[in-house]
């Protein structure tokens, strides 16, 4: 029923930013997370930032002081602010949308690659 879209992903060099966009499908109500999890070469996916429908928001040590997440003025929209990328954050950044509290469901965008190589 819900789709996720990502997009924003791309090549770059260490050192510059990216900014990803999802959008999920339809008017979301109620408690929710939106997140951006990622998967590189050889690891488990992991979590990267999450942001409730409160506002608050968790990130991964690894990008605290680098990445920022945000809600979009409609409330399925989250974007990830990418800022001093490094080798390390290439991965697939998949968005996610967390509705288990309340609908018990939890729907995944297909990814968007990000790669950064000199």
């Known amino acids: 029923q819900v789709q996720l879209v990502e997009s924003g992903g791309g090549l770059v060099q260490p050192g510059e930013s990216l900014r990803l966009y999802c959008a999920a499908s339809g008017i979301i109500f109620g408690f929710n997370v939106m997140g951006w999890y990622r998967q590189a070469p050889g690891k488990e996916r992991e979590l990267v930032a999450t942001i409730t429908s409160g506002g608050i928001t968790n990130y991964a040590d690894s990008v605290k002081d680098r990445f920022t997440i945000s809600r979009g003025n409609r409330k399925n929209t989250v974007y990830l602010q990418m800022n001093s990328l490094k080798p390390e954050d290439t991965a697939v950044y998949y968005c996610?949308?967390?509705?288990?509290?309340?609908?018990?469901?939890?729907?995944w965008g297909k990814g968007t690659l990000v790669t950064v190589s000199s």
């Open positions: 996610n949308l967390d509705r288990r509290r309340d609908y018990g469901m939890n729907y």
